[in-house]
């Protein structure tokens, strides 16, 4: 028998964003089996209302805070993150008024937060899609430091999936428990290190600005004579042992194929290479994906283009998504990904730091602020990404895997994480590439060893 839960409310201004928050409990993971969520429905069991509290009898009811749900916008920085408690669990909200200490999530059946809200800020990006300049990074994004999760320290946490467990079992419902999930992901900027001689040098050039020692030169150098002799392989060539064969967890590869900035076109598609590694991960059971160029966010004609040129080189429709240093625009991307039929994007994660920018790791519908409706094509968060782990440890490898294990560790439940690991993060003349490389291959085992069955 189905648990039918209704949320009303009695307005129809922010419907949309309501029905939404609705959508996304009932494709949730973690939903029980037996439940359906709908909005203003008579005939539900259970019923919701969703609106400031008048004494009126419901079976529950959320307090509406109408602050993101609002024609005035909100800055992040005036935005405090509240603790609750639930059924031994902490909770965090997305208020207005900061209070100190914790309190309860339900009292006498009332939420003690407005539920609704909080789960919209971070599924849409609330924050990032009203970002003002002063808050951008050098890519034009909003600084992670800026970002309510990061600035609460939140970010390792999956606040939103912690939320919709405690939601359910505040309804007397018994959502779904599972071992984390995983995803392998790689974005392939650079085939090779050492493509030409003016790579090289420009390569060289570079470790010149940033002062590096001679003994790092002495080893680029040597590298370099190895590779262009054939005594051993380009230091980025990692694609036989990194292109994983495990086949019990999603696999997907991003290529590039244009640009028209200085942060593109470092191959072709279409080059012997490319072709090779392409079907080498075909072969090996990863999806096919587009990795845009960096002027692709608010420019169709060119991501269009891009998308066709992968097509024809894969043999295959693309459906898959990630943009160039995460370079998205929250109000020109959305419906470039929608037009293009692009069905998942995996664009939303960190730079710098490795965690959950939209609260939870598990895929849902993205919503479009700037036309204030879902997108069709779903967001896949990146969780770990390579660099960002690196940076997160100073570059110590033994304080990434620490760090690491740890995050895994406290995360071993009711979420998703996607990794993210370039072919060029091996390269051995910057860092122990042996050591790295036994860390991932470790880690695509564990994850081979734990992931649920598909």
Known sequence: ?????????????????????????????????????????????????????????????????????NKTIVSTNQLHANIYRFDHEILYSVESHGSTGDRSFLVDRVFQFDLIETLFFHLSRYEEFHCTPSQWDQWDMMKAS??????????????????????????????????????????????????????????????????????????????????????????????????????????IIYFMTGGITRHDNFYKIRSSAAQKYLEMAQRRGYWIGLHPSYATPANSRLFTREKKRLEKASNGPIHHSRQHFLHFDFTETPKILDQNDIQVDATMGYQDLIGFRCGTGFRYRFYNLASDKPTNFHELPMVVMDGALLDESGQDLDRSKILLQTFLDNNAKNTHITFNFHNTIFDHTKRDADTLKKLYLDLTDLMAKHNPTQ
């Open 1 to 69: 028998m189905t648990m039918n839960v209704s949320i009303n409310f009695p307005d129809q201004e922010y419907r949309h964003r309501i029905t939404y928050i609705a959508q996304f409990l009932n494709e949730h993971p973690l939903k029980p089996v037996a439940c359906q969520l709908s909005c203003n429905n008579p005939g539900a069991e259970i019923q919701i209302n969703y609106y400031p509290y008048n004494g009126e009898k419901a079976n529950w009811t959320i307090l509406r805070q109408n602050l993101i749900f």
């Open 146 to 251: 800026e970002q309510f999760l990061v600035r609460n320290s939140l970010q390792r946490i999956p606040v939103v999936d912690q939320l919709v467990r405690a939601f359910f079992k505040a309804l007397e419902l018994e959502p779904l428990e599972r071992p984390t999930s995983y995803s392998m992901t790689h974005d392939i900027d650079v085939l090779f290190k050492f493509q030409n001689p003016y790579r090289f040098a420009r390569a060289s050039l570079r470790s010149v600005l940033d002062k590096r020692g001679w003994q790092w030169h002495r080893r680029v150098l040597k590298s370099y004579y190895q590779t262009i002799t054939k005594q051993s392989k380009d230091p980025y060539d990692n694609f036989d042992w990194m292109l994983t064969e495990h086949a019990n967890f999603e696999k």
